[in-house]
Each structure stands twice: as structure tokens, then as C-alpha cells.
């Protein structure tokens, strides 16, 4: 047994930390969030030359042939950071899937991924489906023509493409099309931490064969997949908050003054800090169970990964929600970065299967 | 180029990182179920399987047992009978133990003042306790708190005074002692007592060993609010204590007594006895039809997950050259909060029944005048339990330790 993690592990997450501190502070994030783009361009052109958008795939598809240990390393430090940059959707739910497929044209499609040309979108929900991803009203016709609405579709206004579920005669189906087609209209919004999302329609999109990557438990078994390493790389960004959240609080408790002393001396705060910390230890270690288990794709990685996300969703709520008040009115302030990881614990918490739904699955 | 580029790491083609025990260590963890399979002695297995409390003579006979195997100094280095076992083969040890139902290790000789004995006892000392203790013949108590001494330990005020009569040295012992477990059973008892009250209260205690048919100890019941006499007050008027029964240096006793809580770090969060408690309790609400319930029990065992990883990656810390820091404080914490839930759960799944009370060692052979088989068998340990969150430096001090270790405040 060996918990630790390599030196060239410890590199990677190194240097992902030396870019979140010298490109990506948190004025930088909030130009970008405020800016009228979802993301910054130059961003995604430096992830693309540092090869981290090649970081997942295999070297059979151009890629570095990284595991799941390596993304939750990733996702860990954009938690910390916040990173709001598209690199869940296009590279982790879309590109992974497309590499675990036989689809013909995934060799072009992979390469233009990692060169950071390629944006492409996973549309796996739709609105009264609940987290039911698996059973969609979007549906292919006997003429081959595509109807129906997904929604949530992140980051679906900036992709050049979009992997749609649906299905054909009753059987689950993955297509993959141009956003561009005829028929396919966005209405797309902003998301609580930041990112963009769309709802898109449907309407008498013609389809043909090469349109589709897999059907049936092929189909199924490849979006299960890609949505289970999306929920550990949101899991291991949560857990990347949760040490931040307790890092920054500690901070600011010394720093800050109040009856001459500075209240990180209160008892009180010393013990609420001390459960964070508690918190984001035991989080760290569900982490470490999960990504091993999908590293090893074992028959329990699901419930595994249910388990990290029911637990991140209550306990980094909660760590999240301390941070803001032991922060006293800089923790609601817009201005200060406190306050960000908890919308971005809510929307984490949305995403893939709420905490109570995962808790439920855990124990399945 | 920029400074994070990740090409030139792409030579990472092996993890090293792997959460499963090696061979050997499966291999131990065989050997380990083989001896509970077939030399834990029976009687005991029984009555703990029915949830009935085992006696004096039951914990005798499960210590020896250990014993015979050469067990008993499962935390010992090799040079003083011990095992020698590494953190992973320990680890295993208690899971196993915890898994299989056994009552705890009693820890006062063999976790507590064995350790200090052979780390600052002498020749003589070790030679006159070490071999009792692996064998289990004395069965050992802790003096530690004192009616006006809990949390703050350290101004603890029985005293001891040396002196020396017909050319015999020996300290005179007043005071008591208390929350004393199992004295009334105990052959010796090892006391925090104060020697000095001139500097500050730290460097005035010193660590003795006391005989308990010493002329001048009374031992007095206290019972629990679960009925049980599990912990008794302790009284010493004037009771003649050999000199050489003190360990190491007059007034060094407070360091010891650091030692000795910092030399019980494995199986102190209890993932081995929690999970056979889930286990039951999973059977049992898996026939209610309860969601509330089950919602309950899942949380619980994602919590336990949780706590078990971490007991591994500190075991892993230290079994790649780490050292272990205050995090033993989040399993004390996180352990026992653990054990509590549990035992809390057990009794909301009795519902009305949990009205019933079985009193302090549970119904005799199952013999529950109302309700389900499981009904009310968890409400002596749910009342039992929340002495976990109290003792051994109560939940509150392990915050103030990890506040001053961890957070640096």
C-alpha cells in the first residue's frame, strides 16, 4: 500500500500551481468573468501548448495518456483557483467520451481538441429527466430527423460540435453534430460561478449514420463513463475549495483585529476552523478512494464516486458556508475571493447528481 | 516555452500510488482470521455475538488467548516480546479484532504502561513487569484523573512524599484518583502523583507504580448512566509506596504521561468495530422498509469510508518515512463521533421499543419480553458510548491540540 503520490505527480501538480499563481489570479478570473466571452481564448491557447489539453487521452489518440489521478490533481488546483476556462466539457464529458469510442473520425477530432481548436459540448440532460441521463425524449425519427430539447449544456454557446443522447427505436443513442446544423437553436445563460450554459433545441436536425459515435450499451456504457470521470474531476475541484476555503479563513483570522487581538485567538473560531480542516482532510481521503478505484476501474468505482460527491456536496457546502462567516462582511463582499467558492460549491453540488441523490447511490 | 509545461512529464507511466495491502500483509491478515476462527475462545464469541456483557474471567481468557499466540505485545518491538509488526500489520490486527467482534484490547498495560516501562523504566523494572503484562497475569489500571483534574491534568494534586524509614525509601501516597476503569479489577495501578509543588505544575508530577492491595487504597463504584460499574473512584490515605516503584526521574512524570497518549495511535478510531456495528445495523434496517433510516445508515458508512482512508494514508505517511502529526487527533474526534452515530442508530431503529431498558449487560440470553429480536439491544451501548467522545483527552482538547498543531494558533 501506498498512499503517496509520485514525484512526477507532485510535479504536475507543482507546475499546475505555478500557472494558477502567475496567470491566473483572481483579478485576472474576474476580468474574465466579467468580460463579454465565457473564457479567455489566450487561456485555452496556453493550456493547449502546456499539453494539459492532452493530459486524459491515450497516446494511440495523440494524447499523454494520463489518468484519472492526474485530472483530480488538475481539478483539485482549478478549484483552488477557481479556473472558470471550458475544460470540464470539452476535454473531460466530450473528449474522453470520444476516446473511449470506436467512433470513425475520433483520431481528428482528439488531435483538434489538444491543439486547442476544437470546442465540443456533452448535451446529456433535459429538463422533468431529474439526473436521469438515460432515458431521453430527444429522439431520431424513422427519417432520420433529430427533435427535442437538452438543457444545461455547458459551455454550448462557444462549441463547434455537440455529442447529443437520445434515442432511435428505444435505444439509447450518442450522435455528434456541427452546433452550426440547420435546425439547432441556443438560448444560452451564465452560470452561478461563472461559466456558460445553453438550452438547445432540436428541430428536424436531418441525421445520418456518421452522425452517430455508439448506440446501445456501447452508447450507455460510454456516457456513463465520461459522466462518472466528470463527477470525480467536479469532486476533486470541490475538495481543491474545501482546502482553500480553510487555508484563506485561517489567514484571514490572523490578520484581522477585533478587541485588540486577532480573532484567530477565539476559541470558538480556532474550533469551526478546526472542523474545516477535518473536513477537508476526510474529503481528500474519499478523493484518493475514488480516483484509485476508476484508476483501476473496478466493479465499485460508481459507488465510489457517489460516495466523494455526496460527501463534497454536504461538507463542502458547509466549509464553504463557514468561510463566508468567518470572513464577517468581507465573506458576502463581490470584491473578495471568499465568497466565490461557495457559488462554485453550489454549482458543483448541482452538477452530475445532487448530494442527496449520490448518498442514495452510495448505498446502492 | 512557459514554466508549467507538462510534455516533459509525460515519462509518468507508472503510478506508484495502490490503497491495497501487500501480499504479505494479506498473507498475516489470513493468519489473523484463522486464529479467530479457531482459537478465540468460543464462550467469549457467543456472548459477545448476543450482545450479552462478558466478565472478568471472559477478558481473561481472551487476553490469554493472545497470549499464547504471542500476540499480546502486538504494539512491542521485537527486543522487549513484542511483535514488531509494522503499521500496516497492526492496522490489520485491529481491523480484524473489530471486524470479528472481540472485545477491545484493555489497553492500561500493554498499550499504556508497558511502553513507558521498557522506553524509561530500568533493568530491574522491566524485568519485574514487561513478562506479567504479555502474559496477561496483572491486570494494570490507570491513575490519571482526579476529582478537581480532567482536561486541565496537569494540576493534578495527590501527593507523594518521599521518605525513608530502617533504611527503606518509599513515598507516602494521599489523594484519589477517578473515572478509574475497571480498578475493581485491577492488581496494580499506575499514578500521575505530585512531588513537587514549587515550580510550575508540570515538572512537580512524577510516575508511579502502586500495588492495589497496598494497605490504605479504597475503591468506590461509580455507576454509569447505563447501569454498568465500569469506573470507580480510587482513595489513597497514607499508603507506602516502594521507591523503586517510581519510573524514571522524580518530576519528569508529565512527559511520560505525553509519551504514553502519544503511543496509542492505531485503532484508535475504531474502523474495525464500526463497520461490523454498520454491517449489523444494515441488516437490520434493510428489513424496515425505512427510508429515513437507510438515508441515515448511508451516511454513516460514507463518514466511516472516510475516516478509514485517512487512518491508511496516516499509515501510509509513516510507512514511507513520514511522521505522524496531530492528524491522530482528527481520527480520535472522527472515531468516536462514529461510534456514537452508530450506537444512536441502533436505537432509533428499536422505534417505540427503544422505551424498553435491558439494563446494563442487555437481556439474558436474548430473552426481550417485547419487540424484535434487535429491539433495545443497542441502548446500553448507546449510553455507554458517549464516554468515547470524553475520555482519552475529550473531543474538545483534541480541537485545542490540532488548533495549536495544525492551524498554528
Known sequence: MNLNYSDEQVMLREQIQKFCETEYDFYKREDIVKSDDD????????????????????????????????????????????????????????????????????????????????????????????YDYLTPNTSIDKK???????????????????????????IFNLIILDTKTDGVSLNSFSTVDGQSCSEISFENVQLDETNIIASGDEAISLIKDSLNLATLCVSAEAVGCMESCYLKTLQYTKDREQFGQPISSFQVLQHRMVDMFIESELAK?????????????????????????????????????????LHGGMGVSEEMMIGHYLKKMISIDALFGNADYHLKQSGK | ??????????????????????????????????????????????????????????????????????????????????????ASKLYIFNKELGLAGCPPILPFGVGMVGPVIYTFGNDEQKERFLPDILEFNTWWCQGYSEPGSGSDLASLKTKAVLRNDLDED????????????LAQNADWIFCLVRTDNSGI??????????????????????????????????????????????????????????FLLAHERFGIAGVGASMRSLNRLKEIISKLDNDD???????????????????LRLLSALENGGHPGAESSILKIKGTEMQQALSELFVEASGEYALMYPGPHGYENNDKPAGPDFAAEGLSAFLNMRKTSIYGGSNEIQKNILSKFVLGV
Open chain 1, 39 to 130: 473564457f479567455d481564448s489566450n487561456v485555452w491557447n496556453l493550456f493547449a501548448e502546456q499539453g494539459w489539453l492532452s493530459m486524459p487521452f491515450s497516446e494511440q489518440s495523440g494524447g499523454l495518456g494520463f489518468g484519472p489521478i492526474e485530472l483530480s490533481i488538475l481539478f483539485e488546483e482549478f478549484g483552488k483557483a477557481l479556473v472558470i476556462e471550458p475544460y470540464l466539457s470539452t476535454v473531460v464529458l466530450a473528449g474522453s467520451l470520444l476516446d473511449n469510442s470506436t467512433f470513425s473520425a475520433k483520431n481528428d477530432l482528439i488531435e483538434q481538441i489538444c491543439s486547442g481548436e476544437l470546442h465540443i459540448s456533452l448535451a446529456y440532460a433535459e429538463a422533468g429527466k431529474g
Open chain 1, 144 to 170: 432520420g430527423l433529430l427533435n427535442g430539447t437538452k438543457t444545461l449544456v455547458l459551455n454550448g454557446a462557444n462549441s463547434d460540435k455537440l455529442i447529443v443522447a437520445c434515442n432511435r427505436d428505444n
Open chain 1, 285 to 325: 481521503s474519499l478523493l484518493i478512494k475514488a480516483m484509485l478505484e476508476v484508476n483501476n476501474r473496478s466493479d465499485d468505482m460508481y459507488k465510489h464516486v457517489s460516495a466523494l460527491k455526496s460527501y463534497i456536496g454536504t461538507s463542502g457546502k458547509l466549509s464553504a458556508k463557514e468561510a463566508v462567516q
Open chain 2, 1 to 86: 516555452m512557459r514554466p508549467y509545461s507538462i510534455n516533459q512529464i509525460k515519462y509518468i507511466k507508472k503510478n506508484i500510488m495502490n490503497i491495497n495491502f501487500s501480499d504479505e500483509d494479506l498473507a498475516f491478515r489470513d493468519e489473523v482470521r484463522e486464529w479467530l476462527s479457531n482459537d478465540y475462545p468460543q464462550h467469549v464469541r457467543e456472548k459477545t455475538e448476543k450482545g450479552i456483557t462478558i466478565s472478568k474471567e471472559d477478558l481473561i481468557d481472551f487476553h490469554k488467548a493472545l497470549s499464547k499466540k504471542g500476540w499480546m505485545g502486538y504494539n512491542w518491538p521485537v527486543e522487549f516480546g513484542g511483535t514488531g509488526w509494522s
Open chain 2, 170 to 181: 518509599y513515598y507516602v501516597v494521599n489523594g484519589s484518583k477517578t473515572w478509574t476503569t
Open chain 2, 201 to 258: 505544575k508540570q515538572e512537580g508530577i512524577s510516575f508511579l507504580l502502586i500495588d492495589m492491595k497496598s494497605p490504605g487504597i479504597e475503591v468506590k463504584p461509580i455507576i454509569t448512566i447505563d447501569g454498568d460499574h465500569e469506573v470507580n473512584s480510587v482513595f489513597f490515605t497514607d499508603v507506602k509506596v516502594p521507591a523503586k516503584n517510581l519510573i524514571g526521574e522524580e518530576g519528569k512524570g508529565w512527559t511520560y504521561a505525553k
Open chain 2, 293 to 311: 433510516l437507510q438515508r441515515k445508515a448511508n451516511e454513516l458508512e460514507v463518514a466511516l469510508s472516510a475516516i478509514e482512508i485517512t487512518e
